[in-house]
């Protein structure tokens, strides 16, 4: 079959392409960026935009979607307007079957933004005279998803944050069996026209979920840290601003409500169970690198800011708290004097702030450490040459750059593309 996949570099997005690829299928990405065929949901909200990618497809699978708000990506933007301008399309075009990935929980009269807006969408498709079926996932975890990333830190931390006692009721679905009935769905034309909530086997605790993560990973004995509801939606809510980790605020009142569905109607429609959180987690042991990547999780944006911290210090120390006859003499002492001593001093310091400033936002920040390593090398090698005293000065200003330069190339590996997820 011909198959576009929407959200297709997203989290569930990318598992689906790979699986329905392997049955033989025809999948044509669809995103932002690197997918083969470029699309926009902060755009894209006119049929006439989705038509002439519909066309000729046996099977449209919306996978795309966004957890929280940024700049342009609104939930009104990416989870109503273009959906809705995408169904039409389908309509128009005569595509075969519609199969829409949101989330458990999703209401057009909820009062969190996050499901109603999927909710709406839900609807919307489901009033359509098309041949659609919508599977509502809890939590899904797996390799390469964000929920996944950030629950596995939780996990790995020397005390482990809990909302409270820990005893929020989750039932998280492994990504291969939410993928596993978006395959059959596809292949088989069933189910027709049905909501299901595609959940895991059993609830688990949120307690339980961190604990077994723990264990799995191998982190040590397990050690719980009760944090107040209040103080806890407060740090998600700055974590989510910070852009740190992949939550906000109302999520934490979401998982005070539970995320639970029964799993008989999934069962029903499909023939077969999903499996539980604690089976899935024992198909497969961890490896040294996911027990890396989860204590380093909470250790990236803390670099970052540290970094940032260095420069933009540095430059106001050197333009506004630093005699400055002691610099301009400094930089005399390597024969810079005079308007081009002045120049050098600010300019470079202003430099400083911009970059790290830039650093602290997190814009571009690859680019932006490379400049920075480049700015660091030149200034240790030209200052090294010039000023070979710097060398044996007690406190160390060319060689504490060595590890500056170490940790900022770090960050360089550590700071990956960032991607859409959907109903992670």
Known sequence: MRILLTGSTGFVGRHLERALRERGHEVVGCARGAAPVHCDFTRDHRPEDWLGRVTGMDVVINAAGIAREQGAQSFAALHERAPAALFTACEQAGVGRVIQISVLGADPAADDPWLRSRGRSDADLAARPLDWLILRPSIVHGEGGASTGFLRALAALPWVPLVGDGGQMLQPVHVDDLVRAVVQAVECGEPRRQVLDCVGAEPVTLARVLARWRAWLGAGRWRALPVAPRLARAGAALAGRLHVAPVNGSMVDLLRRG????????????????RGFAGALAARPSSEAELWHARLYGLRPLLRF????????????????HPPQASLDLLASAGLTAAPAVTALYG??????LLGLALLAGWRVREVAWIQVVMMAGYTLGAGLLLPQLWIDPFGPLSKNLPLIVATLMLIAMEGPRRCSTSD
């Open 259 to 274: 995320s639970t569905a029964p799993v008989e109607p999934f069962e029903r429609a499909f023939g077969w169970r999903p």
């Open 306 to 321: 540290a970094l940032a911290f260095v420069w933009i210090w540095t430059g106001l120390v050197s333009a506004l708290l």
């Open 348 to 353: 470079l310091a202003l430099v400083d702030v």
